[in-house]
């Protein structure tokens, strides 16, 4: 373990804003992982820049970094990746600009998930600057630059790298934007799984005052459809609200009036809880369809199963942490869409924890900079928790 001690206190929201001033529109860095990993280092971190690629995707920066050698080994992770602006004229500031406004951070990335990243890197380094003697434990970092896209050359594989290099992460906080209305108000210590399915009827075309020498395939689309949405597929769990199978899109292509349509497609996604998996919704699925009949292509992508990390040491410590620093007590929660967590949960027990998300993803995303350095404080009394200081 380095003894290299701070030399000045950062200043979270400033930090926050340098991060946001880099571009890194998924899959780009843009520089956002040389600025952290030179702060990590001035805190005497080991830095390990990772470039991932495979066929047919983009190469990702990826980072993973840590201060000491021994255990336990409590790790943040998160991503720089952004997703994209939209038409920048449509900002009332640069998404870019990090501009600082009646103490409002704006800009792209703020709350996903920038300010978090921020936030904890200034509360690792106020803990190295106070650790109790003898102190043996370990914090990481595992910093990918593909979180909001296909997330195959991210965090997945970084985990990877660090068990096949023999290292052991004990514990980690991913720094989402859970918190609902108020800073502290949810953890998350789960995810419902998420799969697409691309549905494709071929029928017969032809004249639509000549029907019986056609097969029209958007009948026979709407038939199969319905039968995947007539019932319910659950009634929710202890932990997870009921799984859900929603129609995104239709397509026939067809601008005529007199024309009946050979082709018809459509796409739909499932988010489901624990009573499931992705190959049971499968079954589920084509039993449905074969019921209502007839010949069709159906093609698969599972983005991550369900998961659930019991209450525990993580989310015991965090919401310890919140009520220390907030006066809240968290709602522990399953809600919301995927995240890196999917991956982590099989190396060891993870929450996940951030700032308010109402704005991510979203025109004008920003944050009160004050939520900043109280999501610091929240990291600090968290690393103080975990390690036994408290």
């Given at each position: 373990?380095?003894?290299?001690?701070?030399?000045?206190?950062?200043?979270?929201?400033?930090?926050?804003?340098?991060?946001?001033?880099?571009?890194?529109?998924?899959p780009k860095?843009?520089?956002?992982?040389?600025?952290?990993?030179?702060?990590?280092?001035?805190?005497?971190?080991?830095?390990?820049?990772?470039?991932?690629?495979?066929?047919?995707?983009?190469?990702?920066?990826?980072?993973?970094?840590?201060?000491?050698?021994?255990?336990?080994?409590?790790?943040?992770?998160?991503?720089?990746?952004?997703?994209?602006?939209?038409?920048?004229?449509?900002?009332s500031f640069?998404?870019?600009?990090?501009?600082?406004?009646?103490?409002?951070?704006?800009?792209?990335?703020?709350?996903?998930?920038?300010?978090?990243?921020?936030?904890?890197?200034?509360?690792?380094?106020?803990?190295?600057?106070?650790?109790?003697?003898?102190?043996?434990?370990?914090?990481?970092?595992?910093?990918?630059?593909d979180?909001?896209?296909?997330?195959?050359?991210?965090?997945?594989?970084?985990?990877?790298?660090?068990?096949?290099?023999?290292?052991?992460?004990?514990?980690?906080?991913?720094?989402?934007?859970?918190?609902?209305?108020?800073?502290?108000?949810?953890?998350?210590?789960?995810?419902?799984?998420?799969?697409?399915?691309?549905?494709?009827?071929?029928?017969?075309?032809?004249?639509?005052?000549?029907?019986?020498?056609?097969?029209?395939?958007?009948?026979?689309?709407?038939?199969?459809?319905?039968?995947?949405?007539?019932?319910?597929?659950?009634?929710?769990?202890?932990?997870?609200?009921?799984?859900?199978?929603?129609?995104?899109?239709?397509d026939?292509?067809?601008?005529?009036?007199?024309?009946?349509?050979?082709?018809?497609?459509?796409?739909?996604?499932?988010?489901?809880?624990?009573?499931?998996?992705?190959?049971?919704?499968?079954?589920?699925?084509?039993?449905?369809?074969?019921?209502?009949?007839?010949?069709?292509?159906?093609?698969?992508?599972v983005?991550?199963?369900?998961?659930?990390?019991?209450?525990?040491?993580?989310?015991?410590?965090?919401?310890?942490?919140?009520?220390?620093?907030?006066?809240?007590?968290?709602?522990?929660?399953?809600?919301?869409?995927?995240?890196?967590?999917?991956?982590?949960?099989?190396?060891?027990?993870?929450?996940?924890?951030?700032?308010?998300?109402?704005?991510?993803?979203?025109?004008?995303?920003?944050?009160?900079?004050?939520?900043?350095?109280?999501?610091?404080?929240?990291?600090?009394?968290?690393?103080?928790?975990?390690?036994?200081?408290?």
């Amino acid at each position: 373990m380095s003894d290299v001690a701070p030399k000045t206190t950062l200043d979270p929201v400033g930090f926050a804003a340098e991060l946001i001033r880099r571009p890194s529109v998924t899959p780009k860095d843009e520089g956002a992982l040389d600025i952290l990993a030179a702060r990590l280092e001035a805190l005497g971190f080991t830095c390990h820049r990772l470039r991932f690629e495979a066929p047919g995707t983009d190469p990702v920066e990826n980072l993973y970094a840590r201060w000491g050698a021994g255990h336990p080994n409590i790790c943040f992770a998160g991503h720089t990746d952004v997703v994209p602006t939209g038409a920048a004229d449509t900002w009332s500031f640069d998404p870019f600009g990090a501009a600082l406004k009646n103490g409002v951070l704006c800009g792209r990335g703020a709350v996903d998930m920038k300010g978090a990243i921020a936030a904890f890197t200034a509360a690792a380094e106020r803990f190295i600057a106070t650790r109790p003697p003898h102190f043996t434990g370990s914090i990481s970092y595992l910093i990918t630059g593909d979180e909001e896209g296909v997330a195959i050359n991210g965090t997945r594989k970084v985990l990877e790298w660090v068990a096949a290099r023999g290292e052991q992460i004990d514990a980690c906080v991913v720094g989402e934007p859970t918190s609902a209305t108020e800073l502290g108000d949810m953890i998350k210590i789960g995810r419902r799984g998420s799969m697409t399915g691309r549905l494709t009827v071929t029928g017969v075309q032809g004249h639509v005052a000549y029907p019986h020498l056609a097969d029209n395939a958007a009948h026979r689309l709407v038939t199969l459809l319905h039968a995947l949405t007539a019932e319910r597929l659950d009634d929710g769990t202890e932990h997870f609200q009921a799984s859900g199978l929603q129609v995104t899109t239709i397509d026939i292509g067809n601008p005529a009036t007199n024309v009946i349509p050979g082709a018809a497609r459509a796409t739909f996604n499932i988010r489901f809880n624990d009573l499931w998996t992705s190959a049971k919704l499968k079954g589920w699925v084509a039993e449905r369809l074969a019921d209502a009949g007839g010949e069709y292509e159906l093609k698969w992508e599972v983005s991550g199963e369900s998961f659930l990390v019991p209450p525990g040491v993580v989310s015991d410590c965090l919401s310890a942490a919140i009520g220390t620093v907030t006066g809240r007590t968290p709602e522990l929660s399953t809600t919301g869409g995927t995240s890196d967590a999917r991956f982590i949960h099989a190396y060891c027990p993870v929450a996940e924890f951030g700032l308010v998300g109402q704005t991510m993803h979203k025109i004008d995303e920003r944050v009160p900079a004050a939520e900043i350095e109280q999501l610091a404080e929240i990291y600090v009394a968290f690393l103080d928790r975990f390690f036994g200081r408290n």
